[in-house]
């Protein structure tokens, strides 16, 4: 099998033009408090994102990053602060508070919690024959059936009789997420968002559901919007990884490069603190080292820091990052900082490794001693 | 759901309280052809020469002191309790769900305005209200009187429900399916509303005892259809004629019993309904925990005979018994 | 929580002789040895094994690390480790034994009074909870709930040298010492588990049992939590039972750690062990449900299949429906946990008398050519998956 993706050649322009993007979005909440002072919270601030077709984009931040505001932003549950989300280059338009069903059509959403997104007093013939009968008017029962079966062998919930009468209490995680899944292709949108759609299930069949994602992706050229948490599963499913910090984006760019050399230091020190079992097992006392007791804690989104949000937990913070907020630097090959080390000309003390990491070229990825087998299907990215 | 339906019937209470609700319903639907087929016994009719009797075997609970049978007439008066019971309750359900599940489902603006009107009722002076009200309307039937009960008995059924479609509207499936597309009314009636039948039905429920009780209440009052008989009204006709202190006790106590009958059964039900959507609510049976200890004993020694190595260890666990002596 | 832990050792505690431990005194080095420990749920038809047959020792000032998915008995380990459960769970077999530092007579927690594991709890064995939220009350000041665990257990102490020591334990975990005044809802999510791991550890207890601690928190903030749990216990030499569906963390935190699926440990080895040779199909697949971070990235598959259903486990060995390795007999026979020079199996591919190894009792990397059988047989099972799902995937 061969749907790895074409190597995201640093410098060529995506393939065609966007599907869905953000454009320099930005959404507050209002929350009132249980004595009535009502505060805002700055949720996502100045987002941009394009999500071209046949692409898979990870947005990757720690949760209260906005990552998942962002993801409802793109989906249409609500209209942004300000800002624009376009579709084909269109902007969409909201209506008192709703898109239209056609953004409906185009976008659809995958959620995090497969118990929870199923209802589940409803079979699983239910959820995907729903969106048939309301975007594609299918009605008949024959015409029904066939469209219900295709839609579960396309998501391997097989033998389909199996699956198709049973409730969502009677399967296991996996299935359910499946179930999502296709219900979310039975509309035959343009873009999946998956809200980090793998990390309630159990760790042995996460990546059977990275691989169908894949797989969608290759066979029917939709974009996807992969937000994780987790880096690692990010670079394994992705070509671009855009990572968010406190409701700001602070660095993007072709995977590898923003994980073998982060140009931003939350990136660094979010790369750091990922678990990785390569690197584990040899020298963990350097990875937690004492330096790692106090990292520190992401900022309040209600009274967020002046300047650059990340300042207070930076090991470079200057003047400058306490009062202004740094500019969206293109550093070349598709990548992107927002930090003022690129401005002041100090980037190159980012390279420095961090405890316990060192920074490989993406070209000089070498095999480790500790490998594991099965190289027959190897394939590697770059 | 069948799986459901045998949950719910598997609890004696939820059995022993449908079989009293389903013996007062018949009672209700076939009692007054029993009584009028069997002679003599005619609630209505007065027999001048059995005034104020205690049961006999012609009359098994006695009679009033205007020479009416009490059997006859506590038939016919769950007839009239239990009409008004349910059909109060069914107005009070249906209002509340009407107010409540559109609040909770919209928020906003449309929450403010109908949470404005709940509140109102609940803050209203319900009893002087029904009280003129029914005086107003006066001499009307018995479903004037389950009317009046439905209409200002709703307002807190009808928070409960906006509080529980607030929760159930906030969950993933109903925003995955309103991503989807779908209308607000198949959203409201087709994802939220299902999941709110538990609350529904201990609601509807509560609304019967409500309704038996109110009316009991207001005939006690005076307030009622003179031609209807039900419990309340022979509990009333009771007390204006002093049975208490006549020492008639027959005349008012199988009215009152059945209240309290129709009441307890209702809340039985209830316990059951509660236990199944709230499954901590069900208490683990001792005699399963024991049952599953000395089974586990002897299946520990029996379960490892085909695996050399361990039988030791199993047959030293069945020696010693691992089950506590239960307090 | 006190009360419910009386409740359970009511039920199932008094009334009963202890097994008799005299002669069992173990190596000074052990601080717990669990032997064939068996948990059921009670239900109205037939009792649900979550776990059984557990065996293990967890030496002093080690960190021992409990892998598995759902399903897999974990959570269910350590509430009968630490004698919190309550119906309808019930141990029905096998001994905790633990073994005091200060060279006590060793104590059954299975068979322990209540007023036993009273004695016991914070002062030699603690929880921490996946919740902080659950561990610590949410109407008293930190302080206020350190106090009272110190008074408890050491009733000399007065009540201000009590909060003065609670904020030097919070000064431990990185949280300033003015925050004993505090609530718990006042502080952030990471800090509240901080805040929960420096109560664990507020009366010097030789066993912490955690409960995946880190799964709520951020990956930065799991990495501190995990660098204090790691300096902590240098400086006081508690040793833990760390349990996490995360393997990747365990690679990187433990010292030896236990695979578990369907209620049984499936295979135990030293951290490197696991990683690079790890036995079991199963320890194999899981080692490979983690995409490497900087490795090349390669086709994953993960384990088809779905985790067991406790309630209706399959026959034999419980990982034989999911096993590309599976054999004649796996479908039959339940492997027993076979210790071969430290690092323990319960695998037949392992096992001489099911047609795998030859001498189980040698260990495994002298046996050379039995191993390369069954190295042979997982290579050749992998490449048959790989070659499956790749029919498959591209269907």
């Known amino acids: 099998m061969t749907t790895t993706p074409a190597p995201s050649a640093p410098g060529t322009p995506a393939p065609d033009a966007p599907v869905l993007e953000a454009v320099d979005v930005t959404k507050h909440f209002t929350v009132r408090s249980a004595v009535g002072t009502r505060s805002v919270v700055r949720a996502v601030e100045g987002a941009t994102l394009s999500l071209p077709r046949g692409r898979v984009v990870a947005l990757v931040g720690e949760s209260g990053s906005g990552k998942t505001t962002l993801a409802r932003l793109l989906a249409g549950f609500y209209a942004p602060t300000s800002g624009e989300i376009r579709l084909e280059g269109v902007p969409v338009r909201q209506r008192r508070g709703r898109v239209e069903r056609g953004h409906h059509r185009d976008v659809q959403l995958v959620f995090q919690d497969p118990f929870g997104s199923l209802n589940p007093l409803h079979r699983v013939r239910h959820n995907i024959e729903r969106p048939l009968r309301l975007h594609h008017g299918v009605r008949g029962k024959a015409e029904l059936d066939r469209r219900v079966r295709e839609l579960l062998e396309r998501v391997a919930l097989t033998p389909v009789e199996q699956f198709v009468d049973k409730f969502p209490h009677e399967l296991s995680g996996g299935q359910r997420q499946r179930v999502v899944i296709a219900r979310a292709l039975a509309v035959e949108p343009k873009v999946l968002l998956g809200d980090e759609p793998i990390s309630m299930l159990d760790v042995s069949i996460r990546l059977e559901m990275l691989n169908l994602l894949d797989r969608l992706r290759t066979e029917d050229g939709l974009a996807l919007l992969y937000i994780t948490h987790d880096i690692a599963s990010a670079r394994y499913l992705c070509d671009d990884i855009v990572v968010m910090y406190a409701g700001e984006m602070v660095e993007g760019g072709p995977k590898e490069h923003v994980i073998a050399d982060p140009q931003h230091p939350y990136t660094r020190l979010l790369v750091e603190s990922s678990p990785d079992p390569g690197r584990g097992a040899r020298d963990r006392e350097a990875l937690f080292d004492a330096d790692a007791d106090s990292l520190g804690e992401p900022p309040s989104l209600i009274d967020p820091p002046a300047g650059c949000r990340f300042h207070p937990r930076c090991p470079f913070a200057m003047d400058v990052c306490r009062t202004q907020a740094p500019e969206r630097i293109n550093l070349g090959d598709g990548r992107w900082a927002r930090c003022w080390l690129h401005q002041e000309g100090r980037a190159g003390e980012l390279a420095r490794p961090g405890a316990g990491v060192e920074p490989v070229a993406p070209g000089a990825l070498a095999e480790p001693a500790a490998a594991p087998t099965a190289t027959r299907t190897t394939q590697e990215t770059q | 759901m069948s799986a459901v339906r045998r949950d719910l019937l598997r609890g004696w209470k939820v059995r022993a309280g449908l079989s009293v609700l389903a013996f007062f319903v018949l009672l209700a639907l076939f009692g007054p052809w029993l009584t009028a087929s069997v002679p003599g016994l005619d609630p209505r009719a007065n027999d001048l020469t059995a005034i104020g009797l205690p049961p006999s075997a012609e009359h098994w609970l006695g009679t009033t002191q205007f020479g009416q049978d009490v059997l006859a007439q506590t038939i016919e008066g769950t007839r009239g309790s239990l009409f008004v019971g349910f059909l109060s309750a069914v107005i009070g359900t249906a209002l509340a769900i009407l107010v409540g599940l559109p609040a909770g489902y919209f928020g906003g603006r449309t929450d403010s305005w109908l949470n404005f009107l709940s509140n109102l009722f609940i803050v209203m002076p319900v009893l002087p209200l029904i009280l003129i009200v029914a005086g107003y309307m006066q001499g009307t039937g018995l479903w004037v009187i389950a009317l009046i009960i439905g209409f200002f008995g709703w307002s807190g059924g009808a928070r409960t429900i906006r509080a529980q479609a607030m929760s159930v509207s906030n969950r993933d499936f109903v925003l995955a399916m309103r991503t989807l597309g779908e209308p607000h009314h198949r959203l409201l009636f087709h994802e939220v509303l299902p999941h709110l039948t538990g609350w529904i039905a201990a609601m509807f429920l509560q609304g019967v005892i409500g309704g038996v009780m109110a009316e009991a209440g207001l005939a006690f009052l005076g307030i009622s259809d003179s031609g209807a008989i039900s419990w309340g009204t022979m509990i009333q006709a009771a007390q204006q004629q002093s049975a208490v202190l006549r020492g008639m006790w027959w005349w008012f106590v199988p009215p009152g019993l059945c209240i309290a009958l129709v009441a307890t059964a209702a809340t039985l039900v209830n316990f059951g309904v509660d236990e199944l959507s709230n499954p901590k609510l069900r208490t683990v049976r001792r005699s399963v925990v024991r049952r599953t200890r000395d089974r586990a004993g002897s299946a520990g020694s029996a379960g490892s005979a085909d695996r050399a190595g361990s039988t030791d260890r199993a047959d030293g666990v069945v020696g010693q018994s691992p089950v506590g002596s239960d307090a | ?395």
């Not at chain 3, 047959?53 to 480790?81: D, M, N, Q, Y």
């Not at chain 3, 000064?171 to 664990?200: F, K, N, W």
């Not at chain 3, 433990?254 to 199909?281: K, N, Q, S, W």
């Not at chain 3, 260990?363 to 050749?380: K, L, N």
Request: with cysteine; hydrophobic share 40%.
């Open chain 3, 1 to 395: 929580m006190v009360t419910q832990i009386v409740r359970d050792a009511d039920r199932t505690g008094t009334g009963r002789t202890g097994i008799n431990l005299t002669g069992a005194r173990s190596v000074s080095g052990d601080v717990l040895e669990v032997t064939g420990l068996g948990v059921e749920y009670v239900t109205d038809g037939d009792p649900v094994r979550a776990c059984a047959e557990v065996t293990f020792t967890l030496r002093r000032g080690e960190i021992l690390g409990v892998a598995g998915e759902s399903g897999s008995g974990k959570s269910t380990l350590i509430t009968a480790l630490t004698r919190l459960q309550r119906p309808p769970a019930v141990t029905t077999a096998g001994s905790i034994v633990f073994h005091p530092r200060d060279g006590g007579p060793a104590v059954d927690l299975v068979a322990a009074s209540p007023k036993e594991l009273r004695a016991l709890r914070w002062t030699s064995l603690s929880i921490v909870l996946q919740s902080a939220m659950d561990a610590l009350n949410p109407v008293m000041r930190l302080g206020a709930q350190f106090a009272d665990a110190l008074r408890t257990h050491d009733r000399s102490l007065s009540r201000d040298a009590a909060w003065a020591r609670a904020a030097e334990l919070l000064a431990t975990v990185g949280i300033s010492g003015d925050r004993v005044r505090s609530y718990p809802h006042e502080l952030s999510g990471g800090m509240r588990q901080r805040a929960s791991i420096a109560l664990a550890l507020a009366c010097r207890p030789e066993l912490v049992v955690m409960d995946e601690p880190t799964t709520a928190v951020d990956v930065v903030m799991q990495r501190q939590i995990l660098a204090q749990v790691l300096r902590l216990r240098r400086e006081l030499g508690f040793a833990v039972v760390f349990v996490t569906h995360d393997l990747s963390l365990l690679l990187e935190l433990a010292d030896r750690i236990a695979i578990m699926y369907a209620g049984r440990v499936v295979e135990l080895g030293t951290a490197d062990e696991i990683y690079d040779d790890p036995r079991h199909p199963y320890t194999r697949g899981l080692r490979d449900s983690f995409p490497p971070l900087r490795a090349p990235l390669r086709r994953l598959t993960g384990i088809p299949g779905t985790p067991p259903d406790l309630r209706r486990p399959p026959s034999g060995c419980p990982f034989h429906p999911r096993c590309a390795l599976r054999f004649e007999g796996c479908d039959t026979h339940l492997p027993e946990l076979v210790d071969a020079g430290g690092h323990a199996v319960a695998c037949r591919l392992y096992d001489a008398a099911d047609g795998g190894m030859a001498d189980v009792g040698l260990p495994a990397r002298t046996a050379d050519g039995t191993e390369g059988r069954a190295e042979r047989r997982i290579e050749d099972g992998i490449e048959r998956r790989a070659e499956h799902r790749t029919e498959g995937g591209a269907r």
